[in-house]
Nanobody
Framework: QVQLVESGGGLVQAGGSLRLSCAAS????????MGWYRQAPGKQRELVAQ???????NYTNSVKGRFTISRDNAKNTVYLQMNSLKPEDTAVYYC??????????????WGQGTQVTVSS
């Protein structure tokens, strides 16, 4: 009933840029926080950036000054602009949304993940 669909991943050289997008669709009544997480091979999934419905943002230290999270509430879409990419940014990036769905409950939803690979 609810889907998060990500796009924009790929292969880029160190120092390059990518922009990820994630659109939420289905029976959605409201969306609270949206965010991006990533998981590198052999590591735990970690928060990259979050943005509230009011536009407040939070970033993990390693991406501050390089990544920018934004959202379009009218389109239920969150973006992650990634600049000055480093090989250590290589991971599968997952979109996350806390939303009020068709059950009238607040639930946590995840996208399917998109691969970001940064070559040195």
């Amino acid at each position: 009933q609810v889907q998060l669909v990500e796009s924009g991943g790929g292969l880029v050289q160190a120092g390059g840029s990518l922009r990820l997008s994630c659109a939420a669709s289905g029976n959605i009544f409201s969306i609270n926080t949206m965010g991006w997480y990533r998981q590198a091979p052999g590591k735990q999934r970690e928060l990259v950036a979050q943005i509230t419905s009011g536009g407040r943002t939070n970033y993990t230290n390693s991406v501050k000054g390089r990544f920018t999270i934004s959202r379009d509430n009218a389109k239920n879409t969150v973006y992650l602009q990634m600049n000055s990419l480093k090989p250590e940014d290589t991971a599968v990036y997952y979109c996350n949304a806390q939303l009020l769905d068709f059950t009238r409950s607040w639930r946590n939803y995840w996208g399917q993940g998109t691969q970001v690979t940064v070559s040195s």
